[in-house]
């Protein structure tokens, strides 16, 4: 594919998801993500998207709104056979444009149907519809091709809605044709992660950091997003010269990894999973979970990584008082001294199943996730984490997490291993 | 507040979602999707909506294109006191109408302040301005009150960002004054949720289904929601009679449970965990899982419903062979003949761990999630599902799952729970 020689830098872009599903109250449009990720790492920045049902006056609008303010329009969605799929029609009109039937992707389509032994239905020919001046971009998981269409200045590109059809095919234009018409900045990215801090204190230690950033030769943005009890740094370079560019990255992640100590868990993109399992693995120790309130979330996170069975073999769900006992050997007198969420109770949780799984690390977790049991000095929320190991080392900690059950058992579960990431570093 | 003598009802909406935080690759706007919600319930279609940054030239020009094209305009977000905060500007522009300072507003946020001894800083004041002839909803949770504008038949509500500010907030507009204002019509809704069955083999036994709803004195439209190897039906009815919706509602979930048999497993919204844990209460059983490449994900499931500990009290994670030798009972000499991923495996993991913990049931999950450990007769994906009990009653599947190490895990999950409600409803 050629394309003319470049004009004006792409740098600002619209997307519009197509479709009435999208609209709809328990769906969200996640293409959009990609190709805002996609995107920004050519340098172009995202100013606006929207949804759009399938209603051919609404989506017309809505294609002529995003060519006047976007030099990249990009739309996902709507390419389909039916007379729902009004992507290509809209585009059309929007750009006063007319359509041909491309007889060569329709017979593409015909033989993509008889490799499965079908005929063509007649309505798929509408696949082959093709707005006037567009260059076709081949489809390998589906039935519609995308178009890329120059329109003046202005760059619109069609591409399908399912996911893996859309995603082989921005990631060619992306390397394709679209790098050739963008500016020489690119977007780099770098992620820090801070576990154990507000949101409003980090901001206060960032604030010296985020001044020096903005003074340097390569200015270094910064934006902070909290979930689930962790903070997320996320810091961005746009420039021309990617080792450049990365070594300023470099060199801000590790200001923000100076500043905020043990804190900072992560700063190469890891989740809290995967730093615990790598500091495992290095240290060549293995663990196991008695989990009570949690109910076998933080095993479910672990688990999740894999190669994991290199320090995780086994755990045990104690959500009974009787279970506490028998599977983990916590003395009765204990639990009915201190009660069930005590770190008494998390302790034994977490040295007997140490002993018991005779591994070097045990984690216990106990406490309140509601809505019922709490009491009146152990409140909803309440939760013990104890972490016994290696060697004579235990620790123990008492936290009340705000929320309903899931956002208690979620901030648990971070907690959890947020306290075994600790625990590891100390030790060395 | 008086709103004045309904002219044309309220029918179709539009939702901006403002601020630049949500146009990044990893945010989704979560606001419009429960702000549809509610307008669906008063029979408000929402045609379009957009994600706007914080640029007052797209968000002027955004309001204006969403006021041409819908009778209501609602927008979330870019109420807060700094520059970045334009939506009031965006509003009063796009209508073209001045804004005061409202002197009674900014005293209750500089109330707000005080009541946690802070002075109010200056720049809050930007939250009293008002644009011309709107009225003010107030905010329980924030210092933004939302805005309630009429320009001619069109209503523009403005709403602040943070969830916990907007829902109550719009909670009182849809209760209050915008009941007033919408046709009779209102829109029902109820879910049929069917597991063990394509999306494709569902349509073909749905389509005459569908044929008869449309054709009803109350028509029912219907769509499906396929996730995690459930689908959702979705069957939704409009009209002004709350009682005949809700008839025509049930009937019609009546005659999907009736084609779809056992497969059928909630009309009522709940979801698996929960249709399990009932059919668990209603019998009075027990059950224990032993999980191997779940690792925890089952058992987590069962215990985020409230009150699980009736029927849930512990678990085993039996990640390597030898977890499942010392913690289940599973045979060295079963394992090394049939391998771990096998029949016999899951079938002694289940009743090990049913008799280990003397409960009525247990339930064996054992298999490959990768991406590591596929053989040539065991894929990727290969699951095995046991459950023995209760009684002397016994039941095995081998399935082969798609997708990632993640995707395998959760279906795995998803296909546990559901062999266990089978095997519950065989249980009379």
């Given at each position: 594919?050629?394309?003319?020689?470049?004009?004006?830098?792409?740098a600002?872009a619209?997307?519009?998801?197509?479709?009435?599903?999208?609209?709809?109250?328990?769906?969200?449009?996640?293409?959009?993500?990609?190709?805002t990720a996609r995107l920004e790492e050519l340098g172009i920045g995202v100013?606006?998207?929207?949804?759009?049902?399938?209603?051919?006056?609404?989506?017309?609008?809505?294609?002529?709104?995003?060519?006047?303010?976007?030099?990249?329009?990009?739309?996902?969605?709507?390419?389909?056979?039916?007379?729902?799929?009004?992507?290509?029609?809209?585009?059309?009109?929007?750009?006063?444009?007319?359509?041909?039937?491309?007889?060569?992707?329709?017979?593409?389509?015909?033989?993509?149907?008889?490799?499965?032994?079908?005929?063509?239905?007649?309505?798929?020919?509408?696949?082959?519809?093709?707005?006037?001046?567009?260059?076709?971009?081949?489809?390998?998981?589906?039935?519609?091709?995308?178009?890329?269409?120059?329109?003046?200045?202005?760059?619109?590109?069609?591409?399908?809605?399912?996911?893996?059809?859309?995603?082989?095919?921005?990631?060619?234009?992306v390397?394709?044709?679209?790098?050739?018409?963008v500016g020489r900045e690119r977007l780099f990215r770098r992620?820090?992660?801070?576990?154990?801090?507000?949101?409003?204190?980090?901001?206060?230690?960032?604030?010296?950091?985020?001044?020096?950033?903005?003074?340097?030769?390569?200015p270094v943005a910064?934006?902070?997003?909290?979930?689930?009890?962790?903070?997320?740094?996320q810091l961005t370079v746009r420039h021309a010269?990617a080792?450049?560019a990365d070594?300023?990255l470099?060199?801000?992640?590790?200001?923000?990894?100076?500043?905020?100590?043990?804190?900072?868990?992560?700063?190469?993109?890891?989740?809290?999973?995967?730093?615990?399992?790598?500091?495992?693995?290095?240290?060549?120790?293995?663990?196991?979970?008695?989990?009570?309130?949690?109910?076998?979330?933080?095993?479910?996170?672990?688990?999740?990584?894999?190669?994991?069975?290199?320090?995780?073999?086994?755990?045990?769900?104690?959500?009974?008082?009787?279970?506490?006992?028998?599977?983990?050997?916590?003395?009765?007198?204990?639990?009915?001294?201190?009660?069930?969420?005590?770190?008494?109770?998390?302790?034994?949780?977490?040295?007997?199943?140490?002993?018991?799984?005779?591994?070097?690390?045990?984690?216990?977790?106990?406490?309140?996730?509601?809505?019922?049991?709490?009491?009146?000095?152990?409140?909803?929320?309440?939760?013990?984490?104890?972490?016994?190991?290696?060697?004579?080392?235990?620790?123990?900690?008492?936290?009340?997490?705000?929320?309903?059950?899931?956002?208690?058992?979620?901030?648990?579960?971070?907690?959890?291993?947020?306290?075994?990431?600790?625990?590891?570093?100390?030790?060395?």
């Amino acid at each position: 594919m050629t394309t003319p020689a470049p004009r004006h830098p792409v740098a600002v872009a619209a997307i519009l998801a197509v479709g009435s599903e999208l609209l709809r109250h328990d769906r969200t449009d996640t293409n959009s993500l990609h190709i805002t990720a996609r995107l920004e790492e050519l340098g172009i920045g995202v100013a606006w998207k929207a949804i759009v049902g399938d209603d051919r006056t609404h989506l017309t609008d809505a294609v002529r709104f995003a060519c006047a303010r976007a030099d990249l329009v990009v739309l996902t969605g709507g390419l389909g056979p039916t007379d729902d799929d009004l992507t290509r029609d809209a585009v059309a009109a929007a750009l006063g444009r007319g359509m041909t039937h491309d007889e060569p992707t329709i017979d593409a389509i015909r033989a993509r149907f008889a490799r499965r032994h079908l005929p063509m239905p007649d309505i798929n020919r509408r696949q082959g519809l093709v707005i006037e001046g567009a260059v076709l971009l081949p489809n390998g998981n589906g039935t519609a091709p995308g178009q890329w269409i120059e329109d003046g200045d202005r760059i619109v590109l069609l591409l399908p809605g399912p996911p893996r059809e859309m995603r082989p095919m921005l990631d060619a234009v992306v390397r394709g044709p679209l790098a050739g018409r963008v500016g020489r900045e690119r977007l780099f990215r770098r992620s820090v992660r801070i576990a154990g801090r507000s949101e409003s204190h980090a901001e206060e230690v960032l604030q010296p950091l985020y001044a020096s950033w903005a003074r340097g030769s390569v200015p270094v943005a910064a934006t902070i997003l909290a979930a689930f009890g962790l903070l997320e740094l996320q810091l961005t370079v746009r420039h021309a010269d990617a080792a450049l560019a990365d070594a300023t990255l470099g060199a801000a992640a590790g200001s923000v990894v100076a500043a905020f100590g043990d804190d900072a868990f992560s700063s190469d993109g890891a989740t809290m999973d995967v730093v615990v399992g790598r500091l495992l693995a290095d240290r060549g120790l293995r663990v196991a979970f008695a989990e009570s309130c949690t109910g076998g979330l933080v095993s479910a996170r672990v688990s999740d990584v894999a190669g994991c069975s290199a320090y995780f073999e086994r755990s045990v769900i104690a959500y009974s008082n009787a279970a506490k006992r028998e599977l983990l050997g916590v003395p009765g007198e204990v639990i009915d001294l201190h009660g069930a969420v005590s770190e008494p109770v998390a302790l034994a949780m977490a040295s007997g199943i140490r002993e018991r799984s005779a591994v070097d690390i045990g984690v216990g977790i106990t406490g309140i996730a509601g809505p019922s049991g709490a009491t009146d000095d152990k409140p909803l929320g309440t939760v013990v984490i104890a972490v016994s190991g290696p060697g004579a080392h235990q620790r123990v900690r008492t936290m009340l997490f705000p929320g309903d059950r899931q956002q208690v058992r979620t901030l648990a579960t971070q907690s959890a291993l947020d306290h075994l990431r600790r625990a590891l570093l100390a030790t060395s």
